[in-house]
Nanobody, 119 residues
Framework: QVQLVESGGGLVQPGGSLRLSCAASGSIVAINTMAWYRQAPGKQRQRVAVIDHAGSTNYLDSVKGRFTVSRDNAANTMYLQMNSLAPDDTAVYFC?????????????WGQGTQVTVSS
């Protein structure tokens, strides 16, 4: 069994920064694409950033230039550096990854971490 655990969320003032972490653990053979999603109250979940094993990235238009996704393949960990945060960034942030367990690939979600941007 594998799991993803997010950390680093919290309350921050507008214009501030936070760094989220997502650590994968368990019987991991390999991890392919990893991504950050977010879901605000009453809204659909949206993909914020994605990174493949080679480090290629893609971002939601509204976070380009403010958020940076990265990963440490040796540590099975992904990060999201969030700068210039705005109230519209308030949401629960989820980690998602395609993980190979034995001979099968599984799509795994973390439990989420709350990010609140407010003065």
């Amino acid at each position: 069994q594998v799991q993803l655990v997010e950390s680093g969320g919290g309350l921050v003032q507008p214009g501030g920064s936070l760094r989220l972490s997502c650590a994968a653990s368990g019987s991991i053979v390999a991890i392919n694409t990893m991504a950050w999603y977010r879901q605000a109250p009453g809204k659909q979940r949206q993909r914020v950033a994605v990174i493949d094993h080679a480090g290629s990235t893609n971002y939601l238009d509204s976070v380009k230039g403010r958020f940076t996704v990265s990963r440490d393949n040796a540590a099975n960990t992904m990060y999201l550096q969030m700068n210039s945060l705005a109230p519209d960034d308030t949401a629960v942030y989820f980690c998602n990854a395609n993980i190979r367990v034995s001979s099968l690939w599984e799509n795994v979600w973390g439990q989420g971490t709350q990010v609140t941007v407010s003065s």
